[in-house]
């Protein structure tokens, strides 16, 4: 029996990384798709993914992702994936779907109000961790109107991360953010 895929997105700050491995953690058959490893694998000519000169790269490297996470839910496994997937890199998960169309699809918008981001993503102390205020706030000016996919948001201003846990649990379980639903 295939499994799932389940996008857990927004901006820096938004608390993806700390949801999507507790809600991968919380499932019987599951993997956490942490993506900016994805960009780590690029040892030569990479460009910071958050620079408009990177569309091209982060394009690839987003196609990957897609690829990977529906070749592990063919393989039975919810796949929880962890990054910046914008309405705008969608269509690299919706085309890996079509490989796999028995693969219900979520797609889950983490996003805590602007100030709120910038002090959680400047608060990290991994040395990786990306704490300059442009690109922090660039990314989440462009999360900040999704269109028809706003009902896909869940404002985690004042959530503990238990409390986005609970919520993002209780959506997917509910099928509040399926883009698409399999076989």
Sequence with gaps: MPGSVIIVTGPPGAGKSTTA????AGLARSVHLHTDDFWAYIVSGGVAPYLPEADAQNRTVVEATAGTAFAYAGGGFDV???GVVGPWMLDHYLRAAM???DTDLHYVVLRPGRQEALARAQGRMAPEALVDEGPILSMWDQFADLGDLETHVIDTTAHTPAGTLSAVTAAVRGGRFRLRTGG
């Excluded at 491995?21 to 991968?24: D, F, I, K, R």
């Design 99 to 101: 490989s796999r169309p």
């Design 80 to 82: 929880v994936v962890d």
């Design 21 to 24: 491995a507790a809600l991968a």
